[in-house]
């Protein structure tokens, strides 16, 4: 069956194109930087929110028209497979994530469930063999189920726990089977509501605990995807545990798990951590943690997870400088995760809305790769700290100063003189740049 009978390939247009079902600043051929748009960028489609999503919110029911719509659970679940691997071929994204219930539904035991997944699995092996479409990653879905309610590897529940650890072993060997190239762990309940009834060293120890088995049990299968984990400071609880990059690396490196897991990074939640996503980037980068990257953004007037398809190029700009400046997202990719507007309901709004995504990160990338040619910010930066390249500055850096060279250097010279750190006129700069391209 046929799902977007009126779509048909999306292609490159150029700037000047007027067709709103083409790209005007993606041509996956075009070389950036000594590789194509396609190998920087690594688009990827998120399933729960192209393919599960029905626009519903807390106020009103899903308004969202989809010819894969069926009353069967099962059957609605191979509708969506097809309807994904087409959308993949049109669209032209090598790449797709998804949790494992976006896939199959749930059956009244986890013997069913399994059943029900393998059979949805199959259907995906089929397809991906026939359309050369692969999996960016996969991963578990440990949140939305009522069972769930006190957290899946931080539960207060053992059973709830046993439950999960199975849960996450189907999930890897689906992974390993599907040749997943990562597997991202959210932890979507791994939190607290009130410290007035949370045992934190406990859940965090057995949080780190499932993290070891995870990584024995993928070892035993031969397994060998990257794990991410994918920070969130809250929603749905008041706090999370992976609150930001820096939290979650230090999680790592308590529990001796930093060998093991990068970041899988989303701006969204940087914005919800008080921070931006260029800031989240730049702490994995310089960390070596930098995995992958979930593109949206968020809407700054509301305070929730709002998963708004990307189209802010000062934001894209400055996140691909920074995975451009780290050497690139190697194993990882940008996966949409993002949905359309609830008042975006027909089945070319999704194609729309990917456009936009995709041109947006294009666009941003072209205007990195020219910040990084012309060493726009490089020689902002050098120009700034030149006075650790020299005298007391290069002893500080070279770790000979002492507390008494330092004494003796600033009873020497009393004059001090700052500079402007010019941030209006660079601002202005990084404005020319995008638009110039």
């Known amino acids: 069956m046929t799902y977007f009978k009126n779509i048909g390939k999306i292609a490159y247009e150029g700037k000047n194109s007027d067709n709103p079902l083409a790209f005007k600043h993606y041509n996956p051929n075009e070389v950036v930087l000594g590789k194509t748009m396609e190998e920087h960028l690594r688009f990827a489609v998120a399933y729960w929110h192209t393919f599960t999503a029905s626009g519903a919110d807390p106020f009103g029911a899903g308004t969202a028209v989809r010819a894969w719509d069926h009353a069967n659970p099962m059957d609605q679940a191979k509708a969506r497979v097809e309807a994904n691997f087409e959308f993949l071929d049109k669209i032209g994204i090598p790449y797709y994530c998804f949790h494992d219930r976006d896939i199959a539904p749930e059956g009244g035991s986890l013997q069913e469930t399994n059943k029900n997944l393998d059979v949805i699995v199959d259907l995906m092996e089929q397809n991906m063999k026939a359309t050369g479409a692969k999996l960016l990653w996969n991963t578990a879905n440990m949140f939305t189920n009522p069972r769930f309610v006190h957290g899946a590897g931080t539960t207060v529940n053992a059973n709830v726990y046993a439950y999960a650890g199975a849960q996450l072993k189907k999930s890897l060997e689906v992974g390993k089977r599907l040749g997943a190239e990562n597997y991202v762990f959210w932890g979507g309940r791994e939190g607290y509501d009130t410290l ?16 070891h088995m995870a990584i024995a049990y993928s070892k035993e299968i031969g397994f060998g995807a990257q ?37 899988n990074l989303e701006a969204n939640h940087a914005t919800l951590a008080g921070h931006t996503f260029e800031h989240e980037i730049r702490v994995a980068a310089i960390n070596g943690m930098l995995g992958s990257l979930d593109a949206n953004q968020g809407d700054l007037l509301i305070g929730w997870d709002t998963d708004e398809f990307p189209t802010d190029l000062y934001s894209t700009t400055l996140t691909m400088y920074e995975v451009l400046k780290a050497g690139g997202i190697g194993k990882g990719g940008i996966n949409f995760d993002a949905k359309v507007r ?92 995008i638009y110039s391209v």
């Open 196 to 211: 007035l009834n949370t045992d934190m060293a406990l859940e965090l120890d057995n949080l780190a605990r499932l993290f």
């Open 342 to 433: 609830r008042g975006s309901f027909e089945d070319d709004d999704l194609f729309l809305a990917h456009i936009a995504g995709m041109d947006t990160y294009a666009w941003g990338l072209k205007a990195a790769a020219k910040l990084v040619e012309d060493k726009v910010i490089d020689n902002i930066i050098d120009n700034r700290y030149r006075s650790f390249r020299e005298g007391i500055g290069a002893e500080i850096v070279s770790g000979k100063a002492t507390l008494h060279t330092l004494e003796k250097y600033a009873l020497e010279n009393n004059s001090i003189k700052n500079e402007s750190g010019r941030q209006e006129r660079i601002k202005l700069v990084l404005n020319e740049v």
């Open 227 to 263: 794990f991410l984990i994918e920070p969130k400071p809250k929603e749905p609880t008041k706090h999370q545990y992976d609150f930001d990059a820096a939290t979650t690396i230090a999680f790592l490196q308590k529990y001796d798990l930093k060998d093991y897991f990068k970041l």
